[in-house]
């Protein structure tokens, strides 16, 4: 748990029951026995310090997410040298002592040479989709678009 700041013993708690993802985290933030503010400022602290772990988080889930395709582009390139030292020396099949190495036909698969010339017949229909960005610029402009209005919420933020 990576602490920016020393919590009190009840909202380290909390943060942990976050952390391990425990139920009833609503009933133990409402029994801490705090003036409003200092509660809001201790579950600043709390935020805080989870968001720092869920930054180290992601970079080490990019980490070894690069890491997953060095070591799969390496097994591709492999794969891909074992096949044309096979095929340079004609051979389909080769057996050795731990594995058997074989050449074989894929199942057909179908290649797009000119998508314009493909009959209308084989065109699968996609739905529409809503422009939302241009309804929002004709509601803001004082036009009415029908089955469509501005809301706007609230939300709490942090500094």
């Known amino acids: 748990m990576a602490t920016l700041y020393e919590l009190q013993g009840s909202y380290a708690h909390i943060q942990q029951m976050i952390e391990d993802g425990v139920e009833g985290l609503e009933d133990t933030l409402e029994s801490i026995e705090d003036g409003l503010e200092n509660k809001l400022e201790s579950y ?16 080490e889930e990019k980490r070894l997410a690069d890491r997953r395709k060095t070591m799969e582009n390496g097994i591709k390139r492999m794969k891909l040298s074992m096949h044309n030292a096979m095929s340079s020396t004609g051979e389909k099949k080769i057996k050795g002592e731990k594995f058997t190495f074989t050449i074989q036909k894929n199942p057909p698969s179908l290649k ?44 709490l933020r942090i500094r």
């Open 44 to 59: 600043a602290m709390v935020i805080r310090n989870i968001e720092s772990d869920v930054e180290g988080l992601k970079a």
């Open 112 to 155: 797009l040479v000119d998508e314009s010339i493909i009959p209308k017949d084989f065109l699968i229909p996609v739905a529409p989709s809503i422009d939302k960005k241009a309804i929002m610029a004709l509601i803001k402009a004082g036009e009415e678009v029908p089955g469509a209005q501005i809301q706007q919420g609230e939300s």
